[in-house]
């Protein structure tokens, strides 16, 4: 009985963390952005779409410089930072189309986009589901 305790905590335990950390994180295909969600509705983001349409990760993950579908490292929440944030870190929770950093990224880059991808919303209710 003490003998496999040993063994599972000698052997398999680090193996089973090693696969945890060297894989980093899984992309996910859909993600509902609603940290903040408060006054609007939180927000569905097509993330498989977006790794197609976007040519670099580091686009939105601007922590992870360099970071391809190959290579995924450890990818941190936006939220982790942008959250009522105490440093220079824009905050996601306010209404401001220039200063909300997900405002910023998402539909300065829709309105660029606009031409040749009708569907790439730039309206509130497009993205913010009613509440
Ligand atoms: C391209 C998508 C997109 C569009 C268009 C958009 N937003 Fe947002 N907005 C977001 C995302 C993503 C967040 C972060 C949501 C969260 O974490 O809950 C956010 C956050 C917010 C927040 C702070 C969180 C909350 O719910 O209180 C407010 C307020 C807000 N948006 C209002 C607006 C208004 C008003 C408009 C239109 C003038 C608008 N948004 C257009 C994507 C969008
Ligand atoms: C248009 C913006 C955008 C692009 C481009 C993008 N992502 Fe993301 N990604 C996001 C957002 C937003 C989330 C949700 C983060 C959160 O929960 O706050 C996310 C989540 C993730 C997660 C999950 C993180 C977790 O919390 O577990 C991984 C892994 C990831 N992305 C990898 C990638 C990789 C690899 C690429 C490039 C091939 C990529 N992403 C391209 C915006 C983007
Ligand atoms: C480890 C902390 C951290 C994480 C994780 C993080 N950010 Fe940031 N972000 C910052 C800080 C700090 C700044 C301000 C300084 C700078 O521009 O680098 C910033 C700036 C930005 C800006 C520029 C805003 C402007 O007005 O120029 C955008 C857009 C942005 N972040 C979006 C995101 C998105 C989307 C995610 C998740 C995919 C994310 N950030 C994850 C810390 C972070
Ligand atoms: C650098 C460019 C870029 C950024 C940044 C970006 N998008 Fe997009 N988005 C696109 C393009 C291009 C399309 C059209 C994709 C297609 O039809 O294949 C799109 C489409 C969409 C759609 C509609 C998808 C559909 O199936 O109709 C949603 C919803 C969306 N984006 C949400 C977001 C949100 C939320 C963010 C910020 C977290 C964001 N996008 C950031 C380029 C971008």
Same mark, same amino acid.
């Given at each position: 009985?003490?003998?496999? @305790?040993?063994? !599972?905590?000698? !052997?398999? !335990?680090?193996? !089973?963390?090693?696969?945890?950390?060297?894989?980093? =994180?899984?992309? #996910?295909?859909?993600?509902? $952005?609603?940290?903040? /969600?408060?006054?609007?509705? #939180?927000?569905? +983001?097509?993330? %498989?779409?977006?790794?197609?349409?976007?040519? =670099?990760?580091?686009?939105?993950?601007?922590?992870?410089?360099?970071?391809? %579908?190959?290579?995924?490292?450890?990818?941190?929440?936006? =939220?982790?930072?942008?959250?009522?944030?105490?440093?220079? /870190?824009?905050?996601?929770?306010?209404? =401001? @189309?220039?200063?909300? #950093? +997900?405002?910023? @990224?998402? $539909?300065?880059?829709?309105?660029?986009?606009?031409?040749?991808?009708?569907? /790439?919303?730039?309206?509130?209710?497009?993205?913010?589901?009613?509440?």
């Amino acid at each position: 009985m003490k003998r496999t @305790l040993i063994v !599972l905590v000698v !052997l398999v !335990l680090p193996l !089973l963390t090693a696969v945890a950390v060297g894989a980093g =994180s899984e992309p #996910p295909t859909e993600v509902t $952005i609603d940290a903040a /969600a408060n006054k609007q509705g #939180p927000v569905a +983001f097509p993330h %498989a779409t977006h790794m197609k349409a976007v040519e =670099s990760c580091a686009t939105c993950h601007h922590t992870n410089e360099g970071m391809t %579908a190959d290579k995924v490292g450890d990818v941190q929440a936006c =939220s982790t930072c942008h959250l009522n944030p105490k440093d220079e /870190a824009p905050d996601m929770g306010q209404m =401001s @189309l220039k200063n909300n #950093p +997900f405002h910023a @990224l998402c $539909i300065n880059c829709h309105k660029e986009q606009k031409a040749e991808h009708e569907n /790439a919303p730039t309206k509130c209710n497009e993205c913010h589901a009613k509440k």
